[in-house]
């Protein structure tokens, strides 16, 4: 089985920063992909930010030079640095990773259950 646990999230005031991160654990040979979604009431889960094996990056529009992904393959973690917070960053935070669980076995995509931040002006 694998687990994806999210932590770091929590209340923040505008311009604050908060640091998320991410541990996959489980039956794992391989992680390729992984991303931050975030979601709202209401609305569709949104793409904040995606990293590949090799540390290729992509940021939404709304966050580029104020949001930061990485990852640490030796310990299947990924991070999420989040500079000067606004209002509108206020959601849940979802983990998301794209894992081999054996040699030459498929990739499926796992997610997180969560962490709310929530940002107040």
């Known amino acids: 089985q694998v687990q994806l646990v999210e932590s770091g999230g929590g209340l923040v005031q505008a311009g604050g920063s908060l640091r998320l991160s991410c541990v996959a654990s489980?039956?794992?040979?391989?992680?390729?992909?992984m991303a931050w979604y975030r979601q709202t009431p209401g609305k569709q889960r949104e793409l904040v930010s995606f990293?590949?094996?090799?540390?290729?990056?992509n940021y939404a529009d709304s966050v580029k030079g104020r949001f930061a992904v990485s990852r640490d393959n030796a310990k299947n973690t990924l991070y999420l640095q989040m500079n000067s917070l606004r209002a509108e960053d206020t959601a849940v935070y979802y983990c998301?990773?794209?894992?081999?669980?054996?040699?030459?076995?498929?990739?499926?995509?796992?997610w997180g259950q969560g962490t709310q931040v929530t940002v107040s002006s």
């Open positions: 998301n990773a794209n894992i081999q669980k054996y040699y030459k076995g498929d990739y499926l995509a796992y």
């Open positions: 489980g039956s794992i040979f391989r992680i390729a992909d």
């Open positions: 990293i590949s094996s090799t540390g290729s990056t």
